[in-house]
């Protein structure tokens, strides 16, 4: 065998050997790349786990008002579960949660999940947000959810800016302008009675 062949060979070899340890990093529960982490703010407990938790303030620094917690909860489990309550350590802020059809508890479903955050999800509403949180910072968070418990994360405090727009709280509404107050009626003019035919 002559001694470019066999270079050709060797050469052959180490790329299927490289091809099959790469293509193991995929394979199997156990892989490596299930071991890589989101750059958002998650946690697991019994049979919840929360991902992509955010607290989202005004989109602009000066404003005041509001600020949401965004987050995804799922439920492994083969019972429903209600999320109870979210509070912010370290802060006096109180957090109200909203479902998605506005009444009753945030029910996080069997083998399913809800979203925080976003048009017709379930809301978590920080009435005083500007004070509670600062953009740029990691704010405590704790889930208590009816059968699992506390769950605490820190979360990324950001503007409801960029891809956080649709999930975070609008700027403050701007009261409309006074309207001219409508002309009245004329006198002897016809108007139907309430609760008539006209």
């Given at each position: 065998?002559s001694?470019?062949?066999?270079?050709?060979?060797?050469?052959?070899?180490?790329?299927?050997?490289?091809?099959?340890?790469?293509?193991?990093?995929?394979?199997?529960?156990?892989?490596?790349?299930?071991?890589?982490?989101?750059?958002?703010?998650?946690?697991?407990?019994?049979?919840?786990?929360?991902q992509?938790?955010?607290?989202?303030?005004?989109?602009?620094?000066?404003?005041?008002?509001?600020?949401?917690?965004?987050?995804?909860?799922?439920?492994?489990?083969?019972?429903?579960?209600?999320?109870?309550?979210?509070?912010?350590?370290?802060?006096?802020?109180?957090?109200?949660l909203?479902?998605?059809?506005?009444?009753?508890?945030?029910?996080?479903?069997?083998?399913?999940?809800?979203v925080?955050?976003?048009?017709?999800?379930?809301?978590?509403?920080?009435?005083?947000?500007?004070?509670?949180?600062?953009?740029?910072?990691?704010?405590?968070?704790?889930?208590?959810?009816?059968s699992?418990g506390?769950?605490t994360?820190?979360?990324?405090?950001?503007?409801?800016?960029?891809?956080?727009?649709?999930?975070?709280?609008?700027?403050?509404?701007?009261?409309?302008?006074?309207?001219?107050?409508?002309?009245?009626?004329?006198?002897?003019?016809?108007?139907?009675?309430?609760?008539?035919?006209?």
């Open positions: 065998m001694r470019s062949l066999r270079h050709g060979a060797l050469a052959a070899t180490a790329i299927v050997f490289s091809i099959a340890s790469l293509a193991a990093c995929g394979a199997g529960n156990d892989a490596a790349t299930l071991d890589v982490r989101p750059d958002s703010a998650a946690a697991r407990s019994g049979d919840i786990s929360i992509n938790a955010n607290v989202i303030t005004q989109p602009e620094r000066t404003a005041t008002g509001p600020a949401v917690v965004s987050a995804t909860l799922f439920n492994n489990g083969t019972k429903q579960q209600t999320l109870d309550a979210i509070t912010l350590p370290g802060t006096s802020a109180a957090v109200q909203h479902a998605a059809q506005g009444k009753g508890p945030v029910v996080v479903p069997a083998g399913g999940k809800v925080l955050g976003g048009k017709g999800n379930a809301s978590a509403v920080i009435e005083n947000g500007h004070e509670a949180a600062q953009a740029g910072n990691v704010q405590p968070v704790v889930f208590k959810l009816s699992t506390e769950i994360l820190g979360a990324f405090v950001v503007p409801a800016t960029s891809y956080f727009t649709d999930f975070g709280p609008s700027s403050l509404p701007v009261a409309p302008s006074k309207a001219p107050s409508s002309p009245s009626t004329p006198s002897g003019s016809a108007s139907a009675t309430p609760g008539t035919p006209g």
